[in-house]
């Protein structure tokens, strides 16, 4: 049996950035990662970076099979990277392998050579997560039925595309398409597209989607799905009746979870919660001394760079002064990227609303920013909402080009607790999105 100082089982953002550190302070690092096309974990290879990529060559007008090809080249790159930056690293292995429990604290690792059985004084589990397929009559028997992974892969575009689900994964993938020249309608039980988001924000963007060519089939629910010679064959019962669609392909775009299922964490002591994800503590340790979870398998927010800040919390709580932890991230934005893309960062009005926090609505068209004029995509509104005495940045929702670059500078002046007026006089360059920041919070006189 072998023995390691650190097993990291998953080659993600927090375990291949984690590994890096342990080798730094002179430590034995065995990384496990299953799949030899997921080196440096989902975003760079089947999510963020090459979704990305193919919505900003969408945009460009450049063809489905160029556009593929450049995202190919770019994930094979990145991945080749990733794993360099790591394999090559003094005191680390990286093995193929998959990796499952036998009990607290002993690893079977299985691969075409056969099987071994590890140990380690810390064990680090950073799987990621994994689509949801929903029990639908016949979908998962379907052929033509994708996850947004398979469909990133796929080598033809769809001319003719039905979306399940109006999250960002469907939403992004929507647009992409559309953007491709497909015609594409998304089904979903509820009875908007961006709850979360404002209100009036997340109506103008299902406006400008629908402008876009987009069908919506909302308040609806997918009861049934067969393939066709040609593609698939769709029952949908929508609030006028069922309703019968033909499409090219399916795409299953309804959530994620934990991926957990070749861990056989039942063969061990560690808890999880009712999503399948690994339960920890506010520094990452599970309920299992030196046994911790990282990232989307711990039923953190999912998002790379959230996954990094539990890196983050997991450094200083090993090397640091102990004082990061979930409790104090720093304040962090998301982003949907649509046509254009919408980003937010603290709460909305209806959140300010409901637990009585006194607030001010500072808002603006996009298509007063100069530079959306230039771009040549003037949709959007930026909202803002302020504390009426102290003129804190309680929450920012921007619809706009370029959205997801200024909605950071929001953060970091929300993070360190900076007036609306701090951004309302701050000089910015011209022409950018971000000058809007001046006007918008002029308002606050």
Known sequence: MKHFNNIIIGFGKAGKTLAGTLAKHGEEVLIIEKDPNMYGGTCINVACLPTKNMIINAHRGIKYEAALKKKNDLTEKLRNKNYHKVADLTGVTVLTATAEFLDNHTLQVSDNSGQEILQADRIFINTGATPVWPNIDGLLNSKNAYSSTDLLAKDKQLKELVILGSGPIGLEFASMYTQFGSHVTIIDNSSKILEKFEPEIAQQAKNDLEEDGISFLLESNLIAVSDTLNGVALTVNTPSGFKKLQA??????????????DLHLERTSIKTGSHGEILVNDTLETNVKNIYALGDVAGSSQFTYISLDDWRIMANQLYGDKTRSRLNRPVFASTVFLNPAISSVGQTEAQLKGAGIPYKVLQMTTSSVPKSQVIGNPRGIYKALVDPHTHQILGTTIYAEESFETINIISVA??????????????????TMTEALNDLFAQIE
């Open 414 to 431: 929300m993070q360190n607790h900076l007036s609306a007026e701090s951004l309302r006089d701050q000089i910015y360059t011209h022409p």
């Open 248 to 261: 090219d392909g399916l795409l299953v775009a309804t959530g994620r979870k934990a991926k957990v299922a």
